[in-house]
């Protein structure tokens, strides 16, 4: 049975990773074969071009679930009752730019953003933060979001989860299918912590086939630093596996995660592990019911405590710096 029709809001969709988006969330990868969608391509003037581009191709794509396609560059026209939305275009770092002039840039963009989102789109709207710097992006997106509740923010962590699992699955030699139970905590950066002390490779400890200095001094770099290895050996930055994660987090979260297992997200912290309250950083975390729920309960050894410890501290540092500069 055909369900309702569902709106989802794509910024930055005239540049790579929305290009790579577009098709799939038309063929139904979010929302299921049985719901069709209608999507608004958000845009700055520089990029709209690109963007209506896109939208003919959608066209000459003949999808049977997809509705229509709107191209703007307002945001309150593209978020109007949107049931999601996808935040992909950000303002790169260029040479010469330092950290609070990368903040200031994105807040220009965030912020508004998250105003004309509470102001405009369905008020159970979910929204994933992909652009960088995503966890704190989505803090002042949530920050301007005046009666939105905080849950209805996230951002992406899950391309380092499927990382992660990608290469642990490889270096076994396993089916990528059978390792579970991986966990990303903290930031979108290099800092943060991709945990195997709890994951399975079919059922196995996956500590008990590999030897800690691997885990140590080849896997956890080689996880938090896969997007730099990316753009050296593809001589640009990840596209393809961006947008998959993008839909693999929306789709989880809309349809619940598989019964026993768990997923990351960047979502606002309530706490727990001593992440302090309101940051927006990387957890294990179940849906359920549509809503995202950190897994509680783990113990968390030494060595994980600090890793978690330094990727949070740079969380904290990038909000005290957004609150000095007045951005949130
Ligand atoms: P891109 O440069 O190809 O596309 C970005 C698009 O955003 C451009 O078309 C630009 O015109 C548009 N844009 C800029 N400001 C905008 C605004 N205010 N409103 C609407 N659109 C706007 O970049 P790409 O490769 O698509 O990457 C997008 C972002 O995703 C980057 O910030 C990148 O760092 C981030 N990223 C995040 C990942 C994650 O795991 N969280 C993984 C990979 C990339």
Redesign the pocket.
């Known amino acids: 049975m055909s369900q309702p029709t569902r709106t989802i809001t794509i910024?930055?969709?005239?540049?790579?990773?929305?290009?790579a988006l577009l098709f799939r969330i038309a063929s139904g990868a979010v929302y299921g074969p049985d719901t069709p969608v209608s999507l608004r391509l958000?845009?700055?003037p520089?990029?709209i071009r690109?963007?209506e581009g896109a939208a003919l191709e959608l066209l000459d794509g003949a999808f049977s679930l997809l509705r229509s396609v709107e191209v703007t560059?307002d945001?309150d026209t593209a978020f109007s009752r949107a049931d999601a939305a996808l935040l992909?275009?950000?303002?790169?770092r260029t040479a010469g730019m330092e950290r609070a002039d990368l903040l200031e840039a994105n807040a220009a963009?965030f912020g508004p953003?998250g105003a004309a989102i509470a102001r405009s789109a369905s008020p159970d709207v979910r929204v994933v933060?992909?652009?960088?710097p995503?966890n704190t992006n989505a803090l002042i997106a949530s920050g301007h979001a005046d009666g939105l509740p905080l849950d209805r923010f996230s951002?992406?962590?899950?391309?380092?989860h499927n990382r992660a699992r990608g290469i642990l699955a490889a270096h076994l030699d396993a089916p990528v299918a059978d390792v579970d139970g991986v966990t990303i905590w903290g930031n979108?950066s290099a800092t943060q912590y991709p945990d195997i002390t709890r994951a399975t490779v079919k059922g196995r400890a996956a500590t008990e086939l590999l030897d800690d200095a691997w885990i140590r001094e080849s896997f956890i770099p080689r996880v938090a630093r896969r997007?730099a290895e990316i753009i050296e050996v593809r001589g640009?930055?990840?596209?393809g596996?961006?947008a998959s994660?993008a839909i693999d987090h929306l789709h989880d979260w809309v349809d619940g995660t598989a019964e026993g297992t768990w997923t990351s997200a960047a979502i606002p912290s309530d706490g727990s592990y001593g992440v302090p309250e309101g940051l927006v950083s990387s957890f294990p975390v179940r849906s359920v019911g549509g809503a995202w729920r950190i897994v509680e309960g783990f113990e968390i050894d030494a060595f994980s405590r600090d890793r978690i410890d330094a990727s949070v501290a740079e969380l904290m540092d990038e909000r005290e710096q957004a609150r000095a500069l007045g951005l949130i």
């Open positions: 910024t930055g969709a005239g540049g790579q990773i929305g290009y958000l845009e700055i520089a990029g690109a963007a560059d945001a992909v275009g950000a303002r790169p963009i953003q933060v992909v652009g960088n995503a951002a992406m962590t899950r391309l380092d979108h997007g640009s930055s990840s596209v596996s961006a994660a």
